[in-house]
């Protein structure tokens, strides 16, 4: 262990022994996600920088601090990038809380290489877990079997599980060439031709549809998105300002996105039916994350998510009572608990914002 | 800490205790029927090993259920008596994941072996874990898309397997492991209770257990159905074929089509020994006097391939290619393939038997991994020829032995011990794809800490508390380590200050 991760372990053994709560927060780009937070601020950006980068490995290794601008203009600078698109959300959103946050843009569901959601391209991880202890899991070689695949389940954990201080991350190259074709089309027909698309060999890198238009972006060579554009048809959109719109879309400036309204996500298989819930609605990755700004109750949103095979997160806003994630399985919920005793044993980290009733150290049940 | 020596596997075979299996058995068959519950050793013999032969354990019963409902029975008759539970597929594995248990029930799952259902709009399918990797794609090829994981077992391997232990393929590097293409496992806790990970959407509230559950080598639940993700078939793939004097010259070519943002579809090399080995067994027509042949593979629409393999073509020439050859028909590009594909079974007839390693090392090292190999070579006395999956470090030495003479198996052994221990050395890891299972509990030691194994082990109380489930594989004691750690020689340095029994 190293000065910074040696500092954040003696932080972690400060709250055991004063049996504080501790919320992992790096530039609070993220804040307004989860369930509310509780506990002492535990800031780990000491721990930042680029450790490894080959980019003819395709693998590159950061501490958690390390913003993602900083990486972003790394792997540009060999023409290579992070194909899961992840929101910033603010100039200080580090590595770190990305993979604790585990938020993907509009190349999530990308065919060919860049396909994947952040989970997809975590390598390995080093994690600081309840009892000070570093932990580290997969490695930096692209194909690694040994032992559980812990790294990625740290994706998306919010912090439960302890401090995220390290990850390495499979890289791409980034497409020699991208144009967006729009499409007027209805929310079914979009939704049966993204679908449709979807099973043919076309290089689709996103889509995104909202307001009867559908907007179909292409990334490949240039021999194959000019072939794939011809066959698609459409208005071929200029480059610039297309570029501008699917950044509206990653980082929700797009005025979607704007007002005060509840903003909620809806990941449901790409092929379910409309949602017919009569909110403002924009659809991405295909047709599989679906997003509505609505006052609905919740419980209605997350049965409408139910019925078609996904789930419903409050992502921004309203009313965060109910919890902002759709709730679990007795089973599934019965091994999260176990895991996070194994890794959290003093119940250290604020669990609550992935589990909302969640005892914290604090304030034990 | 989860210490049970008494559940670790060895490779000289445990008796059964015959008053216990007749327990057993009779419990079994209150809820099979007759023909799916084996005891008799005829029977039994054929399930006690899997693709490593060199560990041997006669299993005591062997349970055969035809439904999830009676895997559920047959979970909750053997969690009711603490037996353990050892799952297996088709047996391809080639780590010892399902290696039977002397006082446990091996629960084959061959007999669900049903497509339950292919939805061509939304590009997946849901099976049985019984149902083969291949069947998968050629019930999707009516819709003109295939499971894209194609581990060289495929016609035989189960998708249940492949979950098992997240299996890889000669098409990672572009379309990705068993874990990127499965959306959804429906499992059993060893309890007996149906748990669904992941789903049909992109992804599930709460922390990603599917991606544990992938690659868990049947020790955290037993898979009763897989939805995996189908990929459009490509319109077209054409392969190059490329001769270089050096190795060294191959290994920087590789890294150079990466640095140049190619991802091909496939990326193998085969050295100078691994092309003599195979070419007489299948004329794939490797240039028998180049050092190292490369595979080179651009599929996708006849424009995007055109133009990858005149860009691919140029990079290997600037990369002292001494010979490179485009396939021209399809049935040329599978010749220039059955020689990868056809390395196995070559080698297997070269030599009494051959042990297959299996370690990824970061790519810019592959040249000096192989000049170590050669001198491990002299040092063991026994040939290696090597094949790998160059686009992503993953190797495949081939160590010919002869296993009826011990003094060779134990050469090949420590041959095989040394080649995962460099690879640790140089940054990589003890398994790219065949798991750990029985075969590297040794080296897991040298890769792990002990905090980090013992996390391991807190992941399988969290999903199996009963540890009845395989148990012994995957993750080593602590009293391993230490017996490791004195038959090296020298304990390694994170385990030093641990208390030793």
Known sequence: ?365 | MGDNDAAMPSTASQTIDRAQQHLVVAALRSVLSADCVLHREEDTRSYECDGLTLYRQVPMVVALPETESQIAQVLKVCHDRQIPVVPRGAGTGLAGSALPHAGGVLLSLAKLNRILGIDPQARTATVQPGVRNLAISEAAAAHRLYYAPDPSSQIACTIGGNVAENSGGVHCLKYGLTVHNVLRVRALTMAGDAIEFGGCALDAPGLDLLAVIVGSEGMLAVTTEVTVRLVPLPQLARCIMASFAQVSDACHAVAALIAAGIIPAGLEMLDQAASRLVEPFAHAGYDLDAAAVLLCESDGTPEEVGAEIDHMSAVLRESHATQVQVSGSESERLRFWAGRKNAFPAAGRAAPAYYCMDGTIPRRHLASMLLAIQDMEAKYRLKCPNVFHAGDGNLHPLILFDDSDADSVARAEAFGAEILEKTVQLGGTISGEHGIGVEKLDQMCTQFDRATLDAFCGIKRAFDPSGLLNPGKVVPTLHRCGEFGKRRGSVPAQFADLPRF
Request: charged residues 20%; proline residues 5%.
């Open chain 1, 1 to 365: 262990m190293d000065e910074a991760v040696e500092a954040l372990a003696e932080k972690i053994r400060a709250a055991a022994s004063a049996r504080t709560t501790l919320r992992i927060r790096a530039g609070g780009s993220k804040d307004f996600y989860g369930n509310p937070h509780h506990g002492a601020v535990l800031d780990p950006r000491a721990a930042a920088g680029i450790v490894a980068y080959e980019p003819t490995e395709l693998v590159l290794v950061a501490r958690c601090g390390t913003t993602l601008a900083e990486i972003e203009a790394q792997l540009e600078s060999h023409a290579q990038m992070l194909a899961f698109e992840p929101p910033r959300f603010g100039a200080g959103a580090t590595i770190g809380g990305c993979i604790a946050c585990g938020l993907a843009g509009p190349r999530r569901a990308s065919a060919g290489y860049a396909y994947g959601g952040v989970r997809d391209f975590v390598l390995g991880a080093r994690l600081l877990d309840g009892r000070s202890q570093l932990l580290c899991f997969g490695g930096m070689v692209m194909k690694n079997v040994a032992g559980y695949d812990a790294a990625r389940m740290l994706v998306g954990s919010l912090g439960v599980l302890g401090v995220i201080v390290e990850v390495s991350l499979k890289v791409v190259p980034k497409h020699a060439v991208e144009t967006t074709l729009q499409f007027s089309m209805a929310e079914s027909a979009a939704l049966n031709q993204l679908n449709t698309w979807g099973g043919q060999p076309l290089p689709i890198s996103a889509s995104a549809w909202q307001a009867e238009r559908l907007w179909v972006r292409l990334s490949g060579s240039a021999a194959g998105v000019t072939s794939a554009a011809a066959r698609l048809g459409g208005e071929r959109l200029d480059h610039a300002f297309a570029a501008q719109s699917w950044h509206g879309l990653r980082e929700q400036t797009d005025t979607f996105f704007a007002g005060d309204a509840p903003l909620w996500r809806l990941s449901v298989p790409s092929t379910a039916a409309p949602l017919a819930l009569g909110q403002r609605q924009l659809i991405e990755w295909g047709g599989a994350q679906r997003w509505i700004r609505s006052d609905l109750p919740a419980a209605e949103i997350r049965a409408r998510a139910h019925e078609l095979s996904g789930h419903a997160t409050l992502f921004r806003g309203g009313n965060r009572s109910a919890g902002v994630f759709s709730p679990l399985s007795l089973g599934l919920a019965a091994i999260h608990q176990r895991l996070r005793s194994q890794f959290d044993p003093f119940g250290l980290f604020d669990a609550g914002r992935l589990f909302p009733d969640t005892p914290h150290a604090d304030h034990p049940r």
